[in-house]
């Protein structure tokens, strides 16, 4: 997975996205956002905005700040933001969520869905991610991760020379992430169909 890669894959899917990819992982949105317990003030960034399907649910009284790589995905983002009226989004950027353009410390909360097996470096991804959250805020992810069941594992395995074209890794391991990350998981759920995603809360520690 590479910058160009993933931008060639998303600039697909932009005209799609929604219709093939909404109500798939909206279950997921929806958890992870109420998981969120967002406050009155609370200063939020999500990497990974895309077309910005989850903006809306995002309660009014919070700033919201979206980033993404792919051009085509914040247009349609920011189309919705506008038709919506959605008060709440104090911005959507064009930014690498590799090396941020943020401050240290700007944010309570921190969310990538659908992210981190997308990313070249997953690694630090989240570096920055914990980097640009308020010592002891909260980190959200949700993805999907390889499945322990051998005979989806084994079908995943086989897709992941397609991970390039797919723009996300279809092998990605929760434990290796977990591992290289160092993230601290306070509680996990599963989410979308058949529980096939996972919703980890995690507490920014750095």
Same mark, same amino acid.
């Given at each position: 997975m590479n910058i160009d890669a993933i931008k060639t894959a998303y600039r697909r899917y932009a005209r799609i996205y929604d219709v093939v990819f909404g109500p798939i992982f909206h279950p997921g949105r929806k958890t992870i956002i109420n998981a969120m317990e967002c406050r009155p003030g609370d200063n939020i960034l999500e990497v990974g905005v895309g077309t910005g399907l989850s903006l809306p649910l995002y309660p009014e009284d919070v700033k919201v700040t979206g980033i993404d790589i792919s051009a085509e995905m914040l247009e349609k983002a920011r189309q919705r933001v506008e038709l919506e009226e959605l008060n709440q989004v104090e911005a959507v950027l064009e930014m690498d969520a590799e090396a941020m353009r943020f401050s240290d410390n700007s944010f309570d909360k921190v969310v990538a869905m659908y992210v981190v097996s997308v990313v070249p470096? %997953?690694?630090?991804?989240?570096? *920055?991610?914990?980097?640009?959250?308020?010592?002891?805020?909260?980190? =959200?992810?949700?993805?999907?991760?390889?499945?322990?069941? %051998?005979?989806?594992?084994?079908? *995943?395995?086989?897709l992941a020379p397609l991970s390039k074209?797919?723009? =996300?890794?279809?092998?990605?391991?929760?434990?290796?992430?977990?591992?290289?990350?160092?993230? *601290?998981v306070v509680e996990m759920r599963s989410v979308n169909l058949f529980g096939y995603w996972k919703v980890l809360r995690c507490k920014n520690v750095s």
């Amino acid at each position: 997975m590479n910058i160009d890669a993933i931008k060639t894959a998303y600039r697909r899917y932009a005209r799609i996205y929604d219709v093939v990819f909404g109500p798939i992982f909206h279950p997921g949105r929806k958890t992870i956002i109420n998981a969120m317990e967002c406050r009155p003030g609370d200063n939020i960034l999500e990497v990974g905005v895309g077309t910005g399907l989850s903006l809306p649910l995002y309660p009014e009284d919070v700033k919201v700040t979206g980033i993404d790589i792919s051009a085509e995905m914040l247009e349609k983002a920011r189309q919705r933001v506008e038709l919506e009226e959605l008060n709440q989004v104090e911005a959507v950027l064009e930014m690498d969520a590799e090396a941020m353009r943020f401050s240290d410390n700007s944010f309570d909360k921190v969310v990538a869905m659908y992210v981190v097996s997308v990313v070249p470096d %997953p690694v630090q991804l989240v570096r *920055e991610m914990s980097r640009v959250c308020k010592p002891e805020g909260d980190i =959200f992810i949700a993805n999907h991760f390889r499945s322990r069941n %051998p005979l989806l594992k084994s079908a *995943e395995n086989l897709l992941a020379p397609l991970s390039k074209l797919a723009g =996300f890794r279809p092998d990605f391991d929760l434990d290796d992430f977990l591992q290289k990350t160092g993230l *601290e998981v306070v509680e996990m759920r599963s989410v979308n169909l058949f529980g096939y995603w996972k919703v980890l809360r995690c507490k920014n520690v750095s």
